[in-house]
């Protein structure tokens, strides 16, 4: 295991990771940690892709969700690397990440306005964002 990383490098082969980096993705997590199972285990296992940065699709990177519940600050998010929404609550981790709300409780989260016309005159850009995906 030359880079460290908690692979050897015949499961480095195997995975198609680099045998060279030890984050052959860059997320912040190593690759021996990554599984790829789709299943969080622990934070020795995460279930994670080594080759995805962002196993969930949801604009963070892996090593930033830590899958705690707690969102500490958006290095550590406490977000699930293997849900997109985490809480359910149909706003993505980093949606709610970036606007300061913790993304592994449904209960916090930005309040929208009820119209398109509400919206614009809130003058809150997020809420445009989320009637314009809406309509689409």
């Given amino acids: 295991d030359p880079d460290n990383d908690g692979s050897v ?9 680099n045998p060279q980096e030890d ?3 860059d997320d912040g997590l190593k690759d021996g940690v990554e599984t790829n199972t789709g299943t969080w285990v622990s934070a020795a296992s995460t279930g994670t ?4 940065a962002d196993t969930d699709g949801d604009g963070l990177k892996d090593g930033v969700e830590t899958n705690t519940g707690a969102l500490v600050s958006v290095n550590n998010t406490g977000s699930n690397p ?16 970036m606007l300061g709300f913790n993304p592994s409780n449904a209960s916090q989260h930005p ?25 689409v």
């Fill in 9 to 17: 490098n015949i499961q480095e082969f195997q995975r198609k990771t």
């Fill in 23 to 25: 984050d052959t993705d």
């Fill in 82 to 97: 293997l849900l997109g929404d985490t809480d359910g609550d149909t706003y993505s981790d980093f949606d709610e990440v």
């Fill in 111 to 135: 309040v929208v306005p009820a119209t398109y016309e509400a919206a614009v005159q809130a003058d809150n850009p997020s809420h445009w964002l989320r009637f314009e995906e809406s309509a």
């Fill in 49 to 52: 892709d080594p080759l995805k």
